[in-house]
């Protein structure tokens, strides 16, 4: 199955970013001079998703976030490729289990504040403020904690920040970024082979938030790069928007921000869930992990606490830092207590999500009943 950087690259081109169509069945169009992006929860039935629009429109394809019912067949027409669907859970997080599985990072950092995984699960990073550095891991076993081992290898940002606090990779792990409270900015470095700590270098480029936050704690990234977000000891998550996507030169502070404060007076860390309609956040006041619904996804003036909350006391009283797997089947929690890395599966309230990149050019493409893994074959 393809990776999620496959299928998430930017708008689509259409003028409005999202259209969420509900629950649907029969012929659906998906008019893509207006949106380029959509999505869709399949009835019972079969369902044509048409794709209606001029090519140019589309700037090459279409996002597609669906939710497929696994008896049903789906065709597509108006396009002439769909890639693999990209499962992934959604919904409300309704459970959150420990899968007694921990990896310890103390032999490389007594500090660890942050951890980021690559695309596929094979590799994991940890930033150290103890050490200054941030230190890279292989899993044997993509995304599994027990197979975990240190590779030696260690970049160090102390050049840049002595409290280096958060990270966070762009989609193909070519570009870090490195988030410090010592001088309250985010820094920017380009990695030479992708997810390669070895090959790392300091992009001198770098863009100050210390105008909304004297010590920002965590960073994190809209999918395609346009957006990003900050959280620290302001008791706020922040947004920027990057006229080039993940270019930290292009960035400025566009005036959004959401408070967390009821929730936990020490937010540390963000994730967001793959379509945007899902934030975490990682409190250390009350050791907890709390789960919050953006109606317009991936903006945080839309967002809304949703009285779900999980505690991570039994693991570590001092939870820093969270990632999730690229299908959210796992969570990972970094804390500072016993500087360990200890990985959750949580369940939700929605069945798989597929995420689909539609070549739009005029040709219809068809795929049969999804299978038991709910792999879809290329179709053109």
Known sequence: MSNLSDFLGGSGGGLKPFNDLGTVTGVVDLDVSEFGSFRVKQGAGAITLNVTGKAADTAGYVELFFYPDPEQAVTISGADLVKNGYATATGNMNALNYNNVSFSVAGQDTQPYSIAFNNDGSKLYMMGSYNDSVHQYTLSTPFDLSTASY?????SVTAQDTVPLGIVFNN???KLYMVGAANDSVFQYTLSTPFDL???????VSFSVSGQDATPYGIAFKNDGSKMYMVGSSESVFQYTLSSPFDLSTASYNNVSFDVSAQDTQPVS????????????????????FQYSLSTPFDPSTASYDSVSFSVAGQDTQPYGIAFSNDGSKMYVVGN??????????????GPLFIYQIIHTGTAA??????????IEDAT
């Open 337 to 350: 207590t016993n500087d360990s890395v200890f990985q959750y599966s949580p369940t939700y309230d929605l």
């Open 366 to 375: 068809t795929f049969n009943t999804l299978n038991s893994d709910y792999t």
């Open 172 to 174: 193909d792990g070519s």
């Open 198 to 204: 070895s090959t790392a270098s300091y992009d001198s």
């Open 151 to 155: 590779d030696s290898v260690s970049f």
């Open 270 to 289: 963000i994730a967001f869930n793959n379509d945007g309609s899902k934030m975490y956040m990682v409190g250390n006041a009350s050791e907890s992990v």
